[in-house]
């Protein structure tokens, strides 16, 4: 108790590392996180703007370009960038910061690095812990990258004040944006690796895309950037800034996130544990056989959970 009392005091205190403590309790230690949630304030403040789009699109390059950019406006940055990782281990497949070098050694800035243990949506069950350490630690921004290694990523769009969808030239059909269904939830469309073949191709196709998927997105910011060497970057920032001095998640919209993501990561750990033991093994065994399906196995799923 005591060393917790003293991490406390650390973090309050405003020492980076009783911080980097509190997120690896956050990540780490299910059964202490939610001590440590129930004594941090929801956001308020602090800004949150996200960053998702394909493997190999610049994420970490661009974010850590635009945190040079906050870091210039004299504002304290944080980033959580997440990355895909087996549900099994929890071991994340990227986990390379190595992009973000130029930032670790500023004490303005913060990056956390966090395998998302295998959750749809792209996040991770610390991602709004994580935020309410950023937030009472006292940063007045934060960089969320997140995987999007497929057409359903798009969580980050139910914490983010504004979410950033990168694209880059000769990545597939652009028309896929709309089965994606990602369009739709960015409010600032980059071309990033704008110096490449197909970069202007790919600017008209958004610009277009935009209107026709929904009439209210025509005004949806399209910049071109190339993250290597920052050109682009600065406007994108002021089309970011823009957006955040206009408007900023309803705090109601991400209550609800934060509530339905723990409801849901609970109600998928005990199912993975259920699954895994011999009853569970048993069921699958008879839907295998064909002596029962799935839709009547669920009943029985439902049923066995337990209240947390």
Known sequence: MSERLSLRERFEAGERGALARVLSYIEDHPDLRGTWIADLPPVSAMQIVGVTGPPGGG???????????YRRQGKRVGVLAFDPSSRRTGGAA???????????????????????????????????????????????????????????????????????????????????????GVLEIANILVVNKSDLPGAGELLRDLRSLVTQVDPSLAHTPVVAATATSVEGVLPLAEEIDKLLACSQLDARMRAEAEVRHYVLSEVERQLDALLREESGDELVARIEAGATNAWQARVQLIGSLRPA
Do not use: H, Y
């Open 94 to 180: 990227l986990g390379d910061r190595i992009r973000m070098n130029e930032t670790w050694s500023d004490d303005g800035v913060f990056i956390r690095s966090l395998a998302n243990r295998g959750r749809l949506g792209g996040l991770s069950d610390a991602v709004f812990g994580s935020l309410r350490a950023f937030n009472a630690f006292g940063l007045d921004l934060t960089l969320i990258e997140t995987v999007g290694v497929g057409q359903g990523e798009i969580d980050v769009a139910s914490v983010a004040d504004v979410t950033v969808l990168i694209q880059v030239p000769g990545a597939g059909d652009t028309v896929q944006l709309i089965k994606a």
């Open 59 to 69: 994420k970490s390059t661009l974010v850590n370009a635009l945190v040079q950019v």
